[in-house]
């Protein structure tokens, strides 16, 4: 349990002040991971990581993409989430079935997910603590916890 409570207890990064971070800034990022810095990356990266942490599907981002005139399929935003979350831009949660949730903070967090909505936001890290879980199976070690309370309007 001991490794659990550390994972558990690790500070979490500060978010950085990020309001519209320049192309550059992206362009680094992508080469910083081996993602070569094509301009399709860097509308969709910019769009993104320009506004702080979020959380959003390939439908939400391929809606901002048409707003913005980055001219995109869907096919190519699927495409790069799911290339911006092999090379650890990115964290994909299992929210349901039904669409995958991507969020710009790939460290481990926990969530609340607004049923109504269908939106995910971030749980206050100092909001919650996992205990008594069962014991792993031999040979096992916990890697990560990753909890999402689902939230619906009262009445
Ligand atoms: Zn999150």
Not at 53 to 71: C, K, W
Not at 130 to 148: F, K, R, W
């Amino acid at each position: 349990m001991t490794g659990l409570s550390t994972a558990l207890s690790r500070p979490m990064p500060a978010p950085a002040p990020r309001r519209g971070c320049p192309l550059s800034d992206i362009r680094d990022k992508l080469r910083r991971v081996g993602l070569r810095p094509t301009r399709q990356r860097v509308s969709l990266g910019w769009l993104l990581f320009g506004k702080g942490d979020r959380h959003v599907t390939a439908e939400l981002l391929f809606d901002e993409a048409a707003r913005a005139r980055v001219p995109v399929s869907l096919a190519t935003v699927y495409n790069t989430l799911h290339q911006f979350t092999q090379a650890g831009l990115l964290r994909q949660l299992a929210v349901d079935g039904t669409k995958a949730y991507f969020d710009t903070n790939p460290s481990e967090h926990h969530h609340f997910f607004l049923e109504e909505e269908g939106r995910l936001v971030d749980m206050p890290s100092e909001g919650m603590t996992v205990s008594d879980l069962p014991a792993p199976p031999a040979g096992m070690e916990v890697a990560g916890i990753e909890v999402i309370v689902r939230l619906r309007k009262k009445g």
